[in-house]
């Protein structure tokens, strides 16, 4: 009689118990993202990219054709910024869309953290989040790629 309760118990604490984890993550992920309720938005076309091998992500450089601020180098604790800009070139850290091409373009709106896609040829557009990078070997890609040392 005992075992035939036992399953359903522990299966009962695993659900309770990964439902609490999620709202945790969740809950850090807002608080960590608070940090891009900074004002900054900037437009801007490919001029180069470079994807890893970790699930696409990569560094995409933007000539810019709008931006709120000339340059943005700041730092955080504990991970990076999904961009930055120096003078009248940017540089995105996030997944790189399928099919991007040179001329393509970005609009990053980073108080509503989220930036707006182009694609030139087939005419695509979509909107995707925008978020802290806190992976590392993300961190290292972008260390190793940016052209902003």
Excluded: W
């Amino acid at each position: 009689m005992k075992n035939r309760f036992r399953v359903p118990l522990l299966l009962g604490l695993f659900i309770i118990e990964a439902i609490l984890v999620n709202k945790c993550s969740a809950k850090a992920a807002v608080e960590r993202d608070k940090v891009l309720n900074n004002n900054v938005e900037f437009k801007g076309y490919v001029i180069d990219f470079r994807t890893s091998d970790d699930h696409a992500f990569g560094v995409i450089r933007l000539q810019l054709t709008e931006s709120s601020v000339s340059v943005f180098n700041d730092t955080i604790k504990n991970g990076i910024y999904p961009y930055r800009i120096n003078g009248g070139i940017a540089e995105l850290y996030t997944v790189i869309p399928a099919n991007l091409d040179y001329d393509d373009t970005f609009k990053v709106k980073s108080n509503s953290h989220e930036y707006d896609f182009e694609s030139k040829k087939g005419h695509q557009k979509y909107t995707a989040e925008l978020y802290i990078i806190e992976d590392s070997s993300n961190i290292d890609f972008v260390k190793e790629k940016t052209e902003f040392k």
